[in-house]
C-alpha cells in the first residue's frame, strides 16, 4: 500500500528555519509531481510549492525567494526548506504526490497526513 509521511515539523522563533521532508514507500512504479501544501488555522489548504518529476518548481507568492522545494528520486522524498519563517506560516503542512502504484500503472494522487509548523514572534 503507497502512503506518504512527513516529518520536520515543530516550534521555531520568527526568522528561523525548519526543513521538512516526505517520503513514500510501498509499491511504487514512479512518481510524477510532488508538492507541499499549508493550512494555516481556520483557513483552506492552500499551495505552498511543486516539482515536476523533471525538477521544474513552482512557488506561491507569499514563500518567493524564503521556501525551497526539492526531492530526491531515489529515496522517493520530497523536502521543504523553509527560511526566514513568519508567524503566518504557521499550520499544518501536507504532501501531495501524484504516484503511479505498480499494481494499476495509473497516477493517483496521495496525501500525508501533515506535520505542524508554528512559527512564534
Known amino acids: 500500500q503507497v502512503q506518504l509521511v512527513e516529518s520536520g515539523g515543530g516550534l521555531v522563533q520568527a526568522g528561523g528555519s525548519l526543513r521538512l521532508s516526505c517520503a513514500a514507500s510501498?509499491?511504487?512504479?514512479?512518481?510524477?509531481?510532488m508538492g507541499w501544501y499549508h493550512q494555516a488555522p481556520g483557513k483552506q489548504r492552500e499551495l505552498v510549492a511543486s516539482?515536476?518529476?523533471?525538477?521544474?518548481?513552482n512557488y506561491a507568492d507569499s514563500v518567493k525567494g524564503r521556501f525551497a522545494i526539492s526531492r530526491d528520486n531515489a529515496k522517493n522524498t520530497v523536502y521543504l526548506q523553509m527560511n526566514a519563517l513568519k508567524p503566518e506560516d504557521t499550520g499544518v503542512y501536507y504532501c501531495?504526490?501524484?504516484?503511479?502504484?505498480?499494481?494499476?500503472?495509473?497516477?493517483?494522487?496521495?496525501w500525508g497526513k501533515g506535520t505542524l509548523v508554528t512559527v512564534s514572534s
Open positions: 516539482i515536476s518529476s523533471g525538477g521544474t518548481t
Open positions: 510501498g509499491n511504487i512504479f514512479s512518481i510524477n509531481g
Open positions: 501531495n504526490a501524484e504516484i503511479v502504484p505498480r499494481t494499476v500503472l495509473v497516477g493517483i494522487k496521495f
